[in-house]
């Protein structure tokens, strides 16, 4: 594999420890950071053409494979790049990967640049959104909470507010938390909308409105009176 070999010179053992351990030991690490990683695979890929949408598949799925961490971080990066070739029917190939090796640093890349992008240009995945929030997996919840993260002015407000209810009752700490986030950054754009659903929500955790109050008061701050 291409980027395991450019990967493994460059691996610092020492730094694996730390990132190991910052990520509760969940996985291991080669030792790369993010600056040096990105450049590798850069230079280790330039001389391919972009890929369609089945290699893209294949690539990720493969990377997914690998042991180390920096494989699905660079994973996660291929998708980012080259989504816009991926179809309404990669949502499957992106939920394979949100349950497989799942913790929060993949899962909220694969949301935001992966998941996100898909649905706002298949505007039917919409409907597997629904789907997804209502799910027993934790880590497509999120997803389905955190999707719309990126669009900013163009999020779907009665959709996020409508997950949010559903989920505003769960036990799990990273649901709660991606509640808090994703009305957190909706907040930057409709601060009063957000408000006024924290008021009229009262099922939502402490720790969501918490989060999602600090957008709210944020947004107010730098708009003034």
């Known amino acids: 594999m291409r980027l395991r070999t450019v990967f493994e010179p460059e691996a610092d053992a020492e730094w694996a420890v730390g990132a190991a351990a910052y ?18 695979a850069k230079q280790a890929l330039a001389d391919l053409p ?14 997914w494979e690998q042991p180390e961490r920096e494989f699905q971080y660079a994973g996660c990066d291929l998708l980012a790049e080259h989504v816009s070739v991926a179809g309404p029917g990669f949502i499957d190939v992106a939920r394979e990967l949100v349950v497989t090796r799942s913790w ?8 935001t640049h ?19 929030i ?33 989920r505003a009752g769960d036990p799990e700490f990273f649901i ?18 957000v408000a006024s659903f924290l008021l009229d929500t009262p099922s939502l955790s402490p720790l969501s409105v918490r989060e999602a109050t600090k957008g709210v008061e944020r947004t107010r701050r730098r708009r003034g009176p």
């Open 104 to 111: 929060w640093d993949t899962v909220d890349a694969l949301a």
């Open 50 to 63: 972009p890929p369609t949408e089945a290699q893209l598949a294949a690539a990720t799925r493969l990377l």
């Open 176 to 193: 709660r938390k991606a509640i808090g986030w994703a009305l957190r950054t909706y907040a930057a754009h409709e601060p009063e909308r």
């Open 23 to 40: 990520m509760r030991n969940q996985f291991p690490f080669l030792g790369l950071r993010t600056p040096t990683r990105r450049r590798l």
């Open 114 to 132: 992966t998941v996100g992008p898909l649905v706002r240009r298949h505007s039917e995945l919409a409907s597997v959104m629904d789907d997804w």
């Open 134 to 166: 209502r799910s027993e997996n934790m880590w497509v919840a999120r997803t389905a909470l955190l999707h719309q993260l990126t669009y900013r002015a163009d999020t779907d407000a009665d959709r996020l507010f409508a997950y949010c209810r559903t």
